[in-house]
Nanobody, 121 residues
Framework: QVQLGESGGGLVQPGGSLRLSCAAS????????MGWFRQPPGKEREFVAR???????????YYADSVKGRFTCSRDNAKNTVYLQMDSLKPEDTAVYYC???????????WGQGTQVTVSS
């Protein structure tokens, strides 16, 4: 049973940056596709980014169009941690951010508790 814990959320001004971390225990993330999702206030949860355990020319990463070019997902298998670097933040990025682990890109079996990100002046 993999446990995931997000950290790094907070309040930031538009145009600012935050780095979210997702630390795993009870299992090694190198076996999983690691995803980031978010749930804006009053809306459904949505996909943000993922990083595969199979690296390719793009490092095995894939992003939602809304964050492409601004967010960067990376993983440190030695630390059993995944990161989401968020730059050029916009008010519409305000949401609870979750990390998840899955065997495939279409099925995430384990979820963290979420961390709040608020982008506001």
């Amino acid at each position: 049973q993999v446990q995931l814990g997000e950290s790094g959320g907070g309040l930031v001004q538009p145009g600012g940056s935050l780095r979210l971390s997702c630390a795993a225990s009870g299992g090694t993330i190198s076996r999983y596709v690691m995803g980031w999702f978010r749930q804006p206030p009053g809306k459904e949860r949505e996909f943000v980014a993922r990083i595969s355990y199979v690296t390719g020319s793009n490092g095995g990463t894939y992003y939602a169009d809304s964050v492409k070019g601004r967010f960067t997902c990376s993983r440190d298998n030695a630390k059993n941690t995944v990161y989401l670097q968020m730059d050029s933040l916009k008010p519409e990025d305000t949401a609870v951010y979750y990390c998840a682990a899955g065997i495939t890109i279409s099925s995430y079996n384990y979820w963290g508790q979420g961390t709040q990100v608020t982008v506001s002046s």
